[in-house]
């Protein structure tokens, strides 16, 4: 089972930028579709942002124009660049390897310990 380890959260005032990494466990990572979740306290878990296998993206409404998921598979690294933080994107941010398209995407793999981004003045 592929394991990943996500770093690179902490505290930023808002307007600021925090850049994710996410690292696998195993190779044939460049076969997983990935994506970025994240949980704020007494929310689910939702999906912000997803990269798949050719490097196409998608993104979350709350987040689209501010966020970057990008991938680099000879380091088994999947990204998230996040510009313009707003309080409201404080919560635990994780990675996992996705399938599926659109509305019916799910996340298939372990989960991480995630990194927290609080976003505060």
């Known amino acids: 089972q592929v394991q990943f380890v996500e770093s690179g959260g902490g505290l930023v005032q808002p307007g600021g930028s925090l850049g994710l990494a996410c690292v696998a466990s195993?190779?044939?990572?460049?076969?997983?579709?990935m994506g970025w979740y994240r949980q704020a306290p007494g929310k689910q878990r939702e999906l912000v942002a997803a990269?798949?296998?050719?490097?196409?993206?998608n993104y979350g409404d709350s987040v689209k124009g501010r966020f970057t998921i990008s991938r680099d598979n000879a380091k088994n690294t999947v990204y998230l660049q996040m510009n313009s933080l707003k309080p409201e994107d404080t919560a635990v941010y994780y990675c996992n390897r996705i399938i599926g398209s659109g509305s019916s995407i799910r996340p298939v793999g372990s989960w991480g310990q995630g990194t927290q981004v609080t976003v505060s003045s």
């Open positions: 990269i798949g296998t050719g490097g196409n993206t």
């Open positions: 195993r190779s044939f990572f460049n076969i997983y579709a």
